[in-house]
């Protein structure tokens, strides 16, 4: 290694490239800006007004900051949804009115009133709902249209009651509670926002009925071609809005105690430029209770401390509306570029050296042959993908395809085949339990089972997350290969967690370590990462002592050996370091030996790439994947190895006219079986050497 | 220093020339699989150059000289010991062949048996082409042989040059200089056309008066190379395919050098006049194979293109090999008794075409 190769090295090892990628793909960071606007306007009306920061200022800020907030959490409600809501203003003036007559002229008890408020609340969101949701109104149009009719019902009741509300005294604390009152040294309306906040929260990200509202407001269409309800949905949105807002206006008339003509006048603005501030989204689809608060926050930050610095009310309108059309206009672009810097910067390669590859050519052991010459296609062009083959006790051949199905083709002459099970994902490896079932790796869903009667089972889909993971690693993105350890626990790798399945190559471009080797245990039903930080880790294979396995991982070209049990329990040695190509399947020959499928041969060009980390990110940015460099999968061949990692022999199509792509093999009493991930054959080839009774559910399964 | 800041910027974002953009086979440049499909296809191994003598077709393959006997096998005229570089008639009966160690022999004619050369400095001659007296030779690069094509190309040189030598006299003077590999040349009446390989284009030097410099045609989709006169215009031999991945890996000088140091020739990521024959060389995402099958549109280092140019030397048709097909690599090109025959070094192959169903098939398209 030259001292320039040792820098890049120490380079990538010392920044994380990766984790920028990974930060920018989360949704939470979709907060990061508003929460910067929230530090920024925080810091400057802090340093500009003296006793910012007292416990008067904050405390009278905050039992206003609890009314509106409410506000905005409502709009934000239906925005989620894909809809806006004017009405919130009057709605809130309309709270108070109400609250105010309920209490003092009607005199009712106060969980009355509360009760009365939210429900005309209620009803006028229920209005909008019924006009906007079911009678498909354009959502704008109609909350303008009762934001002027309920502030005319306001008026009437106004100038119907205001006399009567202003003269009477209302002897009753717990009405004064709600406006002056403290919990846990929080005023009253603060916390019941935040309990509305959480209940929010909760509901958008964990339940149902949230889901359905993110849905809907994501893409109406789709929402309903899935089976969504969107009329009522979105009915629902709007009088969620409506009681929230009642109950701001309820909050507001507990505090204050008056009935004025300009309660709640502009108010839909402000909230509107929070709701927008906070990022959440004018299309709908994107939004949280935690982006509404910190709107919130924001704008209620900036009207009081213009207010108190004095400034006009006209100039203070003025600096919203400018507040609105920035977040606005930072809404649009974000919306609009966050997933083109994200593709830019989510690839990052990082240094990756080979050791030296060895001969294919004179005495090598990898010596090119045409050994796979004599190889019979079975199924040609009837079957498309067979990444792994396997056969059971009967001779008949199981392969999985590229549209989700695993296809059996029966014994003898395998010219009749038959859809086994239809799994949907991409059927990888392949293995026979005790039982007799089909144990299946399924790349996009998991670790399933097919019993003989063809029942299909999830055994796992995921596994514990690991604590210092940015991208949440529980899920299982690709499962690739497994097998089952003589105590039925199943071995399985999952080749990488940064990526789908379709971007593999992205994967090789990285040469990070990205995948791991998961163990899921039936008997407890318990599934844990065994080992991390592997390149593409693939085939898995028993070794014949109970205690180990043998697993290839693609782009390092090794293979290496990992003892789960026993006194070398934990460790990893590597069995064969240096494969002059890229190592895929694994599994059992008849002598106690190993079969071992190259998928594709390394090229020179490849492997100096992968030591300048730059030249292939470059590459990822601004050159087609068509057109990247790939590792050579055109060409493959079968090597057999035994535990000592000495090569016995290898079979070469050269050519790779009779048989392109091999990804597995299977030897079944005498024959090998051979399959390939982009194939249109099951490949059998006759082998001399080996013992013909020999097959693979035996040796696991009936050794004695 | 705008300009300096200027490329800095394009080379962070890839815009302007760091971009890698290739143009695509469009308009003129349609493909097809015209050269794959002609019925007569006479193999010869390193086919390079075509030319006509005496009414008879020679072509030149690595040290020999070959003519084409009964219309369908090649018979080995003479061999020189070195490889022939390029071929040219000389009147009626005369043959020009350049050798790659620089020397120009003439065989029958009028000067049968001279011997030219244009300067010692000239060593990679690939292109040669006669006037009555007067022969045009043009010397790739500077810098290197012309076996060593792809390293000139990886080392961005722009160090050819076209000279003229007097049959009559050996008197040689130099027409250009500082050009882009050119690799071949076009007569006209007062002017030469040739082509600089490296920069993609056609260029036109007048040979009287002014001697200015004219573009004719720029920004071709493949590397150009030599160019033939046809019957209403000419003939123009592209002999590898531009591709994103080799503007890329010219404009990342790190990992040219290191490749060029640490890599065998063969597996260079540079076009090739035939690639895909060994699992070394470097594979491109869409020339994976699926189903056993190569897509045509895959992207790759060599391929088979041969372009007509309308007498003001506009692209009107081309001829293609794609990437599946087995016609890669075309070197030369000559209009003969109504056949087109085009030398594809690459495949090893000569295919020929009648002229009239080359033009009717075009024809019939418009």
Not at chain 1, 4 to 15: C, E, K
Not at chain 1, 272 to 298: D, E, P
Not at chain 1, 459 to 468: A, H, Q, V
């Given at each position: 290694?030259?001292?320039?190769?040792a820098m890049?090295?120490?380079?990538?090892?010392?920044?994380?490239?990766?984790?920028?990628?990974?930060?920018?793909?989360?949704?939470?960071i979709?907060?990061?800006?508003?929460?910067?606007?929230?530090?920024?306007?925080?810091?400057?009306?802090?340093?500009?007004?003296?006793?910012?920061?007292?416990?008067?200022?904050?405390?009278?800020?905050?039992?206003?900051w609890?009314?509106?907030?409410?506000l905005?959490l409502?709009?934000?409600?239906?925005?989620?949804?894909?809809?806006?809501?004017?009405?919130?203003?009057?709605t809130?003036?309309l709270?108070?009115?109400?609250a105010l007559?309920?209490?003092s002229?009607?005199?009712?008890?106060?969980?009355?009133?509360?009760?009365?408020?939210l429900?005309?609340?209620?009803?006028?969101?229920?209005?909008?709902?019924?006009?906007v949701?079911?009678?498909?109104?354009?959502?704008?149009?109609?909350?303008?249209?009762?934001?002027?009719?309920?502030?005319?019902?306001?008026?009437?009741?106004?100038?119907?009651?205001?006399?009567?509300?202003?003269?009477?005294?209302?002897?009753?604390?717990?009405?004064?509670?709600?406006?002056?009152?403290?919990?846990?040294?929080?005023?009253?309306?603060?916390?019941i926002?935040?309990?509305?906040?959480l209940?929010?929260?909760?509901?958008?990200?964990?339940?149902?009925?949230?889901?359905?509202?993110?849905?809907?407001?994501?893409?109406r269409?789709?929402?309903?071609?899935?089976?969504?309800?969107?009329?009522?949905?979105?009915?629902?949105?709007?009088?969620?809005?409506?009681?929230?807002?009642?109950?701001?206006?309820?909050l507001?008339?507990?505090?204050?105690?008056?009935?004025g003509?300009?309660?709640?006048?502009?108010?839909?603005?402000?909230?509107?430029?929070?709701?927008?501030?906070?990022?959440?989204?004018l299309?709908?689809g994107?939004?949280?209770?935690?982006?509404?608060?910190?709107g919130?926050?924001?704008?209620?930050?900036?009207?009081?401390s213009?207010?108190?610095?004095?400034?006009?009310?006209?100039?203070?309108?003025?600096?919203?509306?400018?507040?609105?059309?920035?977040a606005?206009?930072?809404?649009?672009?974000?919306?609009?570029?966050?997933?083109?810097?994200?593709?830019?910067?989510?690839?990052s390669?990082?240094?990756?050296?080979?050791?030296?590859a060895?001969?294919?050519?004179?005495?090598?052991?990898?010596a090119?042959?045409d050994?796979?010459?004599?190889?019979?296609?079975?199924?040609?062009?009837?079957?498309?993908?067979?990444?792994?083959?396997?056969?059971?006790?009967?001779d008949?051949?199981?392969?999985?395809?590229?549209?989700?199905d695993?296809?059996?083709?029966?014994?003898?002459?395998?010219?009749?085949?038959?859809?086994f099970a239809?799994?949907?994902?991409?059927?990888?490896?392949?293995?026979f339990?005790?039982?007799?079932?089909?144990?299946?790796?399924?790349?996009?869903?998991?670790?399933?089972?097919?019993?003989?009667?063809?029942?299909?089972?999830?055994?796992?889909?995921?596994?514990?997350?690991?604590?210092?993971?940015?991208?949440?690693?529980?899920?299982?993105?690709?499962?690739?290969?497994?097998?089952?350890?003589?105590?039925?626990?199943?071995?399985?790798?999952?080749?990488?967690i940064?990526?789908?399945?379709?971007?593999?190559?992205?994967?090789?471009?990285?040469?990070?370590?990205?995948?791991?080797i998961?163990?899921?245990?039936?008997?407890?039903?318990?599934?844990r990462?065994?080992?991390?930080?592997?390149?593409?880790?693939?085939?898995?294979c028993?070794?014949?002592?109970?205690?180990?396995?043998?697993?290839?991982?693609?782009?390092?070209?090794?293979?290496?050996?990992y003892w789960?049990?026993?006194?070398?329990?934990?460790?990893v040695?590597?069995?064969?370091?240096d494969?002059?190509?890229?190592?895929?399947?694994?599994?059992?020959?008849?002598?106690?030996?190993?079969?071992?499928?190259?998928?594709?041969?390394?090229?020179?060009?490849?492997?100096?790439?992968?030591?300048?980390p730059?030249?292939?990110?470059?590459?990822?940015?601004?050159?087609?994947?068509?057109?990247?460099l790939y590792?050579?999968?055109?060409?493959g061949?079968?090597?057999?190895?035994?535990?000592?990692?000495?090569?016995?022999?290898?079979?070469?199509?050269?050519?790779?006219?009779?048989?392109?792509?091999?990804?597995?093999?299977?030897?079944?009493?005498?024959?090998?079986?051979?399959?390939?991930?982009?194939?249109?054959?099951?490949?059998?080839?006759?082998?001399?050497?080996?013992?013909?009774?020999?097959?693979?559910?035996?040796?696991?399964?009936?050794?004695? | 220093?705008?300009?300096?800041?200027?490329?800095?910027?394009?080379?962070?974002?890839?815009?302007?020339?760091?971009a890698?953009?290739?143009?695509?086979?469009?308009?003129?440049?349609?493909?097809?699989?015209?050269?794959?499909?002609?019925?007569?296809?006479?193999?010869?191994?390193a086919?390079?150059?075509?030319?006509?003598?005496?009414?008879?077709?020679?072509?030149?393959?690595?040290?020999?000289?070959?003519?084409?006997?009964?219309?369908?096998?090649?018979?080995?005229?003479?061999?020189?010991?070195?490889?022939i570089?390029?071929?040219?008639?000389?009147?009626?009966?005369?043959?020009?062949?350049?050798?790659g160690?620089?020397?120009i022999?003439?065989e029958?004619?009028?000067?049968?048996?001279?011997?030219?050369?244009?300067?010692?400095?000239?060593?990679?001659?690939t292109?040669?082409?006669?006037?009555?007296?007067?022969?045009?030779?043009?010397?790739?690069?500077?810098?290197?042989?012309?076996?060593?094509w792809?390293?000139d190309?990886?080392?961005?040189?722009?160090?050819?040059?076209?000279?003229?030598?007097?049959l009559?006299?050996?008197e040689?003077?130099?027409?250009?200089?500082?050009?882009?590999?050119?690799?071949?040349?076009?007569?006209?009446s007062?002017?030469?056309?040739?082509?600089?390989?490296w920069?993609?284009?056609?260029?036109?030097?007048?040979l009287?008066?002014?001697?200015?410099?004219?573009?004719?045609?720029?920004?071709?989709?493949?590397?150009?190379?030599?160019?033939?006169?046809?019957?209403?215009?000419w003939?123009?031999?592209?002999?590898?395919?531009r591709?994103?991945?080799?503007?890329?890996?010219?404009?990342?000088?790190?990992?040219?050098?290191?490749m060029?140091?640490?890599?065998?020739?063969?597996?260079?990521?540079?076009?090739?006049?035939?690639?895909?024959?060994?699992?070394?060389?470097?594979?491109?995402g869409?020339g994976?194979?699926?189903?056993?099958?190569?897509?045509?549109?895959?992207?790759t280092?060599s391929?088979?293109?041969c372009?007509?140019?309308d007498?003001?030397?506009?692209?009107?048709?081309?001829l293609?090999?794609?990437?599946?097909?087995?016609?890669h690599?075309?070197?030369?090109v000559?209009?003969?008794?109504?056949?087109?025959?085009?030398?594809?070094?690459g495949?090893?192959?000569?295919?020929?075409?009648p002229?009239a169903t080359i033009l009717?098939?075009?024809?019939?398209?418009?």
């Amino acid at each position: 290694m030259t001292t320039f190769d040792a820098m890049v090295r120490w380079r990538y090892r010392a920044i994380p490239d990766h984790l920028l990628g990974e930060i920018l793909a989360k949704r939470w960071i979709d907060n990061a800006i508003p929460l910067l606007i929230l530090i920024a306007v925080v810091a400057v009306f802090g340093s500009m007004i003296p006793d910012f920061f007292s416990a008067a200022s904050v405390s009278n800020l905050a039992r206003q900051w609890g009314e509106f907030s409410l506000l905005v959490l409502a709009l934000m409600v239906v925005m989620v949804a894909g809809g806006i809501d004017l009405s919130v203003g009057s709605t809130f003036a309309l709270g108070n009115i109400v609250a105010l007559s309920l209490i003092s002229v009607a005199g009712l008890p106060v969980p009355m009133v509360v009760a009365g408020t939210l429900a005309c609340g209620a009803a006028v969101g229920l209005v909008n709902g019924l006009l906007v949701g079911y009678l498909r109104l354009r959502a704008f149009l109609t909350t303008l249209v009762t934001l002027i009719i309920v502030r005319a019902i306001v008026d009437m009741l106004l100038m119907k009651y205001s006399v009567a509300i202003a003269g009477a005294f209302i002897e009753s604390d717990a009405w004064y509670y709600f406006g002056e009152g403290s919990l846990l040294g929080l005023p009253v309306s603060v916390v019941i926002s935040i309990v509305v906040a959480l209940v929010l929260h909760v509901a958008l990200s964990r339940t149902r009925v949230g889901w359905h509202v993110l849905a809907t407001g994501g893409s109406r269409r789709s929402a309903h071609n899935v089976g969504i309800k969107v009329r009522r949905t979105i009915c629902v949105t709007y009088v969620v809005s409506g009681t929230l807002s009642a109950l701001a206006g309820l909050l507001f008339a507990s505090r204050l105690g008056g009935a004025g003509a300009d309660t709640g006048i502009g108010l839909e603005v402000s909230a509107l430029t929070a709701a927008v501030l906070g990022g959440n989204s004018l299309g709908g689809g994107r939004g949280s209770a935690a982006k509404a608060v910190i709107g919130s926050i924001t704008v209620m930050l900036m009207i009081n401390s213009m207010v108190r610095m004095g400034v006009t009310s006209g100039a203070n309108s003025l600096l919203l509306g400018m507040v609105l059309l920035a977040a606005v206009a930072i809404d649009v672009r974000w919306l609009k570029n966050r997933h083109k810097f994200l593709s830019k910067v989510y690839v990052s390669p990082t240094y990756f050296e080979l050791p030296p590859a060895p001969s294919t050519a004179g005495a090598s052991v990898y010596a090119l042959n045409d050994r796979l010459r004599p190889v019979e296609a079975i199924g040609l062009n009837r079957i498309d993908g067979p990444e792994d083959v396997i056969l059971d006790g009967d001779d008949n051949i199981y392969v999985g395809n590229r549209t989700g199905d695993i296809v059996r083709f029966l014994a003898p002459d395998y010219t009749t085949q038959e859809v086994f099970a239809h799994v949907g994902g991409r059927p990888l490896g392949m293995a026979f339990a005790k039982d007799g079932s089909l144990l299946v790796c399924i790349g996009g869903m998991g670790l399933y089972r097919i019993t003989r009667d063809r029942e299909i089972v999830k055994l796992t889909d995921e596994t514990n997350r690991s604590w210092f993971s940015v991208i949440d690693d529980s899920r299982l993105k690709l499962a690739d290969d497994l097998d089952i350890a003589p105590d039925g626990r199943v071995f399985f790798s999952e080749a990488t967690i940064r990526y789908e399945m379709h971007e593999w190559p992205v994967d090789c471009l990285e040469s990070r370590g990205n995948g791991r080797i998961i163990c899921h245990d039936p008997n407890t039903g318990t599934t844990r990462t065994v080992i991390k930080n592997l390149l593409f880790p693939n085939g898995i294979c028993m070794t014949h002592d109970g205690q180990s396995f043998l697993f290839a991982e693609t782009w390092a070209c090794r293979v290496s050996r990992y003892w789960f049990d026993g006194s070398k329990k934990g460790t990893v040695e590597a069995v064969i370091p240096d494969l002059p190509g890229y190592p895929d399947n694994i599994n059992r020959a008849s002598d106690g030996t190993y079969w071992l499928a190259l998928v594709g041969i390394r090229t020179p060009s490849l492997d100096l790439a992968l030591k300048m980390p730059g030249f292939r990110r470059r590459m990822a940015r601004r050159v087609a994947p068509d057109e990247w460099l790939y590792p050579n999968i055109n060409t493959g061949c079968v090597v057999r190895f035994d535990e000592g990692g000495r090569i016995i022999e290898t079979l070469w199509d050269f050519g790779g006219e009779n048989h392109p792509m091999i990804t597995s093999m299977r030897e079944h009493r005498g024959h090998l079986y051979i399959g390939g991930i982009l194939n249109n054959r099951v490949g059998r080839l006759k082998l001399k050497d080996a013992d013909p009774a020999w097959t693979g559910p035996d040796s696991y399964w009936r050794r004695s | 220093m705008i300009g300096g800041l200027k490329r800095a910027l394009d080379n962070l974002l890839g815009r302007g020339e760091a971009a890698v953009t290739v143009p695509p086979l469009d308009g003129a440049f349609l493909p097809n699989r015209v050269l794959d499909e002609a019925r007569q296809r006479v193999p010869l191994d390193a086919i390079d150059s075509l030319a006509v003598v005496n009414g008879q077709l020679v072509a030149s393959a690595d040290e020999g000289l070959y003519a084409l006997v009964d219309g369908g096998h090649w018979t080995l005229r003479e061999s020189y010991g070195c490889t022939i570089a390029d071929l040219a008639a000389v009147a009626e009966e005369g043959l020009a062949i350049a050798l790659g160690s620089g020397n120009i022999v003439i065989e029958g004619g009028r000067f049968d048996g001279r011997r030219y050369r244009a300067d010692s400095s000239v060593n990679c001659i690939t292109a040669l082409a006669v006037s009555g007296t007067q022969l045009y030779v043009a010397n790739g690069s500077a810098k290197n042989g012309a076996s060593d094509w792809q390293r000139d190309l990886l080392e961005r040189n722009a160090s050819g040059s076209i000279w003229r030598i007097d049959l009559d006299s050996g008197e040689a003077l130099p027409i250009a200089s500082g050009l882009a590999w050119p690799a071949g040349i076009a007569i006209e009446s007062d002017a030469i056309v040739y082509t600089e390989a490296w920069k993609h284009r056609l260029m036109r030097t007048s040979l009287h008066g002014s001697p200015g410099v004219q573009m004719v045609q720029a920004d071709l989709p493949f590397y150009p190379g030599r160019l033939a006169p046809g019957k209403d215009g000419w003939w123009l031999a592209l002999f590898a395919p531009r591709s994103q991945l080799v503007e890329f890996v010219l404009r990342e000088p790190a990992y040219r050098n290191r490749m060029m140091a640490e890599v065998a020739p063969p597996y260079w990521v540079s076009p090739k006049l035939r690639s895909g024959r060994s699992f070394y060389e470097s594979l491109q995402g869409g020339g994976v194979k699926h189903l056993g099958i190569l897509k045509p549109w895959a992207p790759t280092m060599s391929a088979g293109l041969c372009v007509m140019l309308d007498a003001t030397l506009r692209p009107k048709f081309s001829l293609h090999s794609r990437a599946d097909g087995a016609t890669h690599g075309v070197t030369g090109v000559c209009e003969h008794g109504g056949h087109l025959h085009v030398a594809a070094h690459g495949d090893g192959v000569m295919v020929s075409l009648p002229v009239a169903t080359i033009l009717a098939g075009w024809g019939g398209e418009r």
